[in-house]
């Protein structure tokens, strides 16, 4: 009786914790993760340490994540930023059967036609990285620093629309926030509402 | 024979398009098809006069669950947006948001209509608009229609000509039920007698709201608010899927709203919509303040 009680608190104690640790806020630790890329690999969030890790939360039927794939932003910041040692990891939270959700076939398909460079993109169809960084939308971004601190959350830039001739005129916040901390400056711009379709989570 | 057909169909349809554009007494648009739905112009009024404020609709008719956005979408998607064109001497005023829904998908809480809504928008004729045999007022509208699936974007153009007289407008019967619906759905001012004070706790904001003397127009005693449910006219505000909790008080009742992670800045005034036990709405527009001691969350 004793014990099950003091398994109740330890559950409850758990539970707690689990909800505390979903939300990554700017400033907080970034929660570590282990996922499966499209290319079979495994990654640990944790063997970055020491790197800038970006995180990018993707859908391809998303007309959001469109306007950044066809108007080639979305490549041109993945070349740009990994041509600088910073790793960017593309996550894909759609549950089976929702929008988004590939294969890891599709996915490296995917990659290749749109000549996308991310390190990895990571298959996360229970959604478990998703929710352990409480992603809303796709395209949200997340930059993490070498010692392992959120230090941006939010949209890609300052457009939150679907056209593609938004791309040019906007801010990204991401290049921003990378080129503010990487001159030893505090990020100006560190939370924003991040825009799109709703991540297609499953129940 | 097929150029024939062809060329009638053409005929055909130049001549419906002429039709349509006779400016004969028509306030209702022909509707547009958009992403999975209809989207229509129509005016309340059978004619625009100088000086009478002039009310337009677009009324979204959507396929079955699915969804246009509030002015604040909440976690995803985006509102309509309308550039207007208006004839000379006339000012287009600012959409009428009915009261929205929350629309809540596993992890993420949106805002905004299912199914139908119209979009109420004031027309100011100013003495510039002088007699003319009619005008015609244009829309383009950048639209974001969903389902819980799906998201796609679009785009439409409406118009609608309308006469001028000078004589004060009669209201188009065909309209009526339309806008009289479409403005039982408009949050109401909050009533003079209530007090409402927001206070900011930290990590949320605390609003109290004193109902003070049960009103006959609004019968809300201290006793009947089980639910109450907020929603910031702003985005990046308050925690979108955070719960909100009531607390009766003896004078009126207490609801808690989570900060949004996104709300790095402190904010002057929250402003929103408060919606009670379900369907009656409120525009809440206070100052806020610092909370003091015990007042804060609990």
């Given at each position: 009786?004793?014990?099950?009680?003091?398994?109740?608190?330890?559950?409850?104690?758990?539970?707690?914790?689990?909800?505390?640790?979903?939300?990554?806020?700017?400033?907080?630790?970034?929660?570590?993760?282990?996922?499966?890329?499209?290319?079979?690999?495994?990654?640990?969030?944790?063997?970055?340490?020491?790197?800038?890790?970006?995180?990018?939360?993707?859908?391809?039927?998303?007309?959001?994540?469109?306007?950044?794939?066809?108007?080639?932003?979305?490549?041109?910041?993945?070349?740009?930023?990994?041509?600088?040692?910073?790793?960017?990891?593309?996550?894909?939270?759609?549950?089976?059967?929702?929008?988004?959700?590939?294969?890891?076939?599709?996915?490296?398909?995917?990659?290749?036609?749109?000549?996308?460079?991310?390190?990895?993109?990571?298959?996360?169809?229970?959604?478990?990285?998703?929710?352990?960084?409480?992603?809303?939308?796709?395209?949200?971004?997340?930059?993490?620093?070498?010692?392992?601190?959120?230090?941006?959350?939010?949209?890609?830039?300052?457009?939150?629309?679907?056209?593609?001739?938004?791309?040019?005129?906007?801010?990204?916040?991401?290049?921003?926030?990378?080129?503010?901390?990487?001159?030893?400056?505090?990020?100006?711009?560190?939370?924003?509402?991040?825009?799109?379709?709703?991540?297609?989570?499953?129940? | 024979?097929?150029?024939?057909?062809?060329?009638?169909?053409?005929?055909?349809a130049v001549a419906l398009g002429l039709a349509l554009m006779l400016p004969a007494s028509v306030a209702r648009a022909k509707s547009t098809p958009i992403t999975?739905g209809t989207l229509e112009l129509i005016a309340e009024d059978q004619w625009i006069?100088?000086?009478?404020?002039l009310y337009l609709g677009l009324h979204f008719q959507l396929?079955?669950?699915?969804?246009i956005?509030?002015?604040?979408?909440?976690?995803?998607?985006?509102?309509p947006r309308v550039e207007w064109q208006v004839p000379?001497?006339v000012?287009a005023?600012?959409i009428?948001?009915?009261?929205?829904?929350?629309?809540?998908?596993?992890?993420?809480?949106?805002?905004?209509?299912?199914?139908s809504v119209t979009l109420i928008v004031p027309m100011?004729p100013?003495?510039?608009?002088?007699?003319q045999q009619a005008v015609q007022f244009g829309a383009s509208l950048k639209l974001?229609v969903?389902?819980?699936?799906?998201?796609?974007?679009g785009k439409a153009q409406l118009s609608l000509t309308l006469r001028v007289?000078?004589?004060?407008p009669l209201p188009d019967p065909g309209a009526a039920e339309l806008f009289?619906?479409t403005?039982?759905?408009?949050?109401?001012?909050?009533?003079?007698?209530?007090?409402?004070?927001?206070?900011?706790?930290?990590?949320?904001?605390?609003?109290?709201?004193?109902?003070?003397?049960?009103?006959?127009?609004?019968?809300?005693?201290?006793?009947?608010?089980?639910?109450?449910?907020?929603?910031?006219?702003?985005?990046?505000?308050?925690?979108?899927?955070?719960?909100?909790?009531?607390?009766?008080?003896?004078?009126?009742?207490?609801?808690?709203?989570?900060?949004?992670?996104?709300?790095?800045?402190?904010?002057?005034?929250?402003?929103?919509?408060?919606?009670?036990?379900?369907?009656?709405?409120?525009?809440?527009?206070?100052?806020?303040?610092?909370?003091?001691?015990?007042?804060?969350?609990?």
């Amino acid at each position: 009786m004793k014990r099950s009680i003091l398994n109740l608190v330890v559950t409850a104690l758990v539970l707690c914790m689990a909800s505390v640790m979903s939300s990554a806020k700017v400033g907080d630790s970034a929660p570590d993760f282990t996922g499966t890329a499209s290319n079979g690999k495994t990654v640990h969030l944790a063997d970055y340490r020491g790197k800038y890790v970006v995180l990018e939360w993707h859908n391809n039927g998303c007309p959001y994540v469109g306007k950044h794939y066809k108007s080639g932003n979305m490549q041109r910041l993945q070349k740009q930023w990994t041509g600088q040692g910073v790793v960017w990891l593309t996550i894909l939270s759609s549950a089976p059967g929702n929008q988004g959700y590939v294969t890891a076939s599709q996915e490296n398909d995917y990659l290749a036609k749109m000549q996308a460079a991310p390190t990895a993109a990571l298959l996360d169809p229970t959604g478990q990285i998703g929710h352990l960084y409480d992603a809303k939308t796709s395209p949200q971004m997340i930059v993490i620093n070498p010692q392992g601190v959120v230090i941006y959350d939010g949209a890609i830039d300052d457009k939150p629309t679907t056209d593609l001739n938004d791309v040019p005129g906007a801010t990204n916040y991401v290049s921003r926030a990378l080129e503010e901390v990487m001159a030893g400056k505090p990020v100006e711009t560190a939370a924003t509402r991040p825009y799109g379709c709703s991540v297609k989570y499953g129940d | 024979m097929r150029r024939w057909i062809r060329h009638s169909a053409f005929s055909w349809a130049v001549a419906l398009g002429l039709a349509l554009m006779l400016p004969a007494s028509v306030a209702r648009a022909k509707s547009t098809p958009i992403t999975h739905g209809t989207l229509e112009l129509i005016a309340e009024d059978q004619w625009i006069a100088p000086g009478h404020t002039l009310y337009l609709g677009l009324h979204f008719q959507l396929d079955k669950d699915w969804h246009i956005y509030w002015i604040n979408p909440g976690d995803s998607g985006e509102p309509p947006r309308v550039e207007w064109q208006v004839p000379r001497g006339v000012t287009a005023g600012p959409i009428e948001w009915p009261t929205p829904h929350r629309l809540e998908t596993p992890g993420i809480v949106d805002f905004g209509y299912e199914n139908s809504v119209t979009l109420i928008v004031p027309m100011h004729p100013g003495a510039g608009l002088t007699a003319q045999q009619a005008v015609q007022f244009g829309a383009s509208l950048k639209l974001l229609v969903c389902s819980r699936e799906m998201c796609v974007p679009g785009k439409a153009q409406l118009s609608l000509t309308l006469r001028v007289k000078t004589q004060p407008p009669l209201p188009d019967p065909g309209a009526a039920e339309l806008f009289a619906a479409t403005r039982k759905s408009l949050p109401l001012p909050i009533p003079k007698s209530w007090k409402i004070s927001v206070a900011d706790a930290n990590d949320s904001f605390v609003l109290t709201a004193s109902p003070g003397h049960p009103i006959i127009d609004h019968p809300i005693t201290d006793h009947s608010i089980t639910q109450a449910v907020f929603f910031a006219l702003a985005e990046s505000q308050i925690a979108n899927d955070a719960p909100q909790s009531v607390s009766p008080l003896a004078s009126g009742f207490r609801l808690t709203l989570r900060k949004s992670d996104q709300l790095l800045k402190p904010i002057q005034r929250l402003r929103g919509v408060l919606v009670l036990s379900g369907d009656r709405a409120y525009v809440i527009d206070v100052p806020i303040s610092k909370a003091r001691s015990g007042s804060g969350t609990p």
